[in-house]
């Protein structure tokens, strides 16, 4: 009886633990894609920190100002709130990987190599490519302009980082492709702030506050699902990435006024959603063009 009893409680455990192992390995996934995405993806979207590259809003300006000063001859004066780390566009980078995961399956967007060099080149252009105090990622879509009037814009830069990304991909580095595509990526999302659309720059105007509160919002934005139809992915094949860029650009044009208010305002957070969400749209057409270009996905 004893040897029953045992065999019993042990037939018991053996149960329990092969369902819990059951129950583990099926709730280990949020949604679909994310068996495909090393950690770091979805703890970036979760709001962890994972700075491979930490960018001071303050020193960025800063810097671009001194530079301004010392070809010039000129006096400008930097006029914004400093501190803290860009997030944003790490969010709606690994936002964008998880939401095309999601939708499209695996990739090699999703190797935990690869995904890293996605994600520190999606900050890379705020400091290694900055333009004239930032000129290039402003982008209004019905003068064609950056701030200044100046032809070189965030959707010429967007186009640019593309197609060297076809270029190098198609020479068979992989690396420096993605690396250019993420930065890429960058100029797309710049072009989905108002304030970049509008040819607001951080003098004379909240633009930086209104980055940065974005940043301190970001995780209360995300996509329902990690899921877009699938006439967001059929608009990418059909537009050009001038085009992806431009759509963003009017789209963030129309918030108009709701961006240069304050976060006691309503409006603010709604605007900072709409921002988000033209930003990470625009990031998977811009990824889900090129892989169907290269070859990496079906469309």
């Known amino acids: 009886m004893k040897t029953i009893a045992i065999k019993c409680i042990t037939f018991c455990l053996c149960i329990v633990l092969l369902t819990s192992t059951v129950f583990l390995t099926s709730s280990a996934y949020e949604y679909e894609g994310d068996k495909y995405l090393p950690d770091f993806i979805i703890d970036i979207t979760n709001g962890d920190d994972y700075s491979l590259t930490s960018i001071n809003n303050f020193d960025r300006y800063e810097r671009a100002y001194e530079e301004a000063n010392h070809v010039l001859g000129a006096n400008y004066k930097v006029e914004f709130q400093a501190g803290g780390a860009d997030h944003t566009h790490q969010y709606i980078c690994a936002t964008a990987l998880r939401v095309l995961a999601n939708d499209k399956g695996d990739c090699i967007y999703n190797t935990s190599a690869n995904s890293s060099v996605l994600i520190e080149n999606a900050d890379w252009p705020d400091k290694n490519d900055i333009g004239f105090i930032f000129d290039t990622h402003f982008y209004n879509p019905y003068t064609e302009t950056n701030y200044h009037a100046g032809k070189t814009t965030a959707k010429v830069k967007a186009t640019e980082y593309y197609n060297k990304a076809v270029e190098y991909y198609k020479a068979g580095n992989v690396s420096d ?35 940065k509160y974005i940043d301190t919002v970001r995780t209360r934005i995300q996509i329902p699902d990690n899921h877009f139809d699938e006439s967001v992915y059929q608009e990418a094949l059909q537009c050009s990435v001038g085009q992806i860029v431009r759509n963003n650009s009017y789209a963030s044009y129309t918030l108009g006024d709701k961006v240069t208010g304050s976060s006691d305002n309503p409006d603010y957070f709604d605007a900072a959603r709409s921002t988000v969400i033209n930003a990470i749209t625009g990031n998977v057409q811009y990824y889900y063009k090129f892989a169907v270009e290269v070859g990496l996905m079906q469309p």
């Open 177 to 211: 492709a993605l690396a250019n595509l993420s930065r890429g990526s960058h100029f797309v999302a710049d072009a989905s702030e108002a304030h970049h659309a509008t040819n607001k720059t951080a003098v004379g105007s909240n633009h930086s506050a209104y980055e």
